[in-house]
């Protein structure tokens, strides 16, 4: 039986890795299509998430599979209910890079009033705080994955930021209501996704010790 549930096992985290890539694939091509405003590849955003979302379903199935044929306890439990919330963070992350290629398709044709500074910025962070929470989850290192967690602070400080900005240029010219309101639907997500990943470090702590701690309260 051991055998067998490790291999099954593994076939899921394989998933859970191949799920992680795509959303953080997800996320770069949604920022490039809002900096460099292209339609074409915020379309590809929107229709490449169903493969996102099938790998969820695909990762929810083979886990409650092994939980009601294997029976799994202690550390072999933590590990698959681990599994089960990353998948469910990972889908939500994709979401919200869906809302930011939606987001840069409904101000594609319009000059943008400043260039792009905090907005990329922050998606940087984002994306390296999803990357190396992964690597975190692979090595099963908690301290790599609190220094992760730490980092939500900066993306944050960004979003405030950026929220006052928009805030005031929308206020200074109501021609710039429409952009303004974009750019703060993508700040948000991109502050979103670093919660996400937040919570992924924590399952990593949980999958480690088994408590289950929150981090940046």
Aim: proline residues 2%; hydrophobic residues 45%; aromatic residues 6%.
């Amino acid at each position: 039986m051991r055998p067998r549930f490790d291999e099954q096992l593994e076939a899921l985290n394989q998933k859970l890795i191949e799920m992680a890539s795509r959303v953080g694939a997800a996320i770069d091509k949604a920022l490039k299509a809002l900096v460099e405003q292209d339609g074409v590849l915020a379309d590809t955003v929107i229709r490449e998430d169903e493969s996102i979302n099938l790998l969820n379903v695909e990762i929810e199935d083979g886990v409650f599979t092994l939980i009601a044929l294997q029976n799994p306890v202690g550390p072999d439990l933590r590990r698959v209910a681990t599994m089960l919330k990353m998948a469910n963070d990972l889908e939500r992350i994709g979401d919200h890079a869906v809302s930011i290629a939606k987001a840069a398709r409904r101000i594609l044709t319009e000059q943008y009033v400043k260039p792009l500074v905090d907005t990329p910025k922050m998606g940087a962070i984002v994306r390296e705080m999803l990357h190396e929470a992964i690597d975190a989850y692979i090595a099963e290192d908690i301290e790599r994955a609190r220094a992760v967690a730490r980092r939500d602070d900066e993306v944050d400080a960004l979003y405030r930021a950026i929220v006052t900005d928009a805030v005031q240029i929308m206020a200074a010219d109501e021609r710039w209501v429409n952009q303004g309101t974009q750019f703060l639907f993508v700040a948000r997500s991109l502050e979103r996704i670093g919660d996400y990943v937040t919570n992924i470090c924590e399952w990593i702590h949980y999958l480690k010790t088994g408590e289950i701690r929150e981090f940046n309260d």
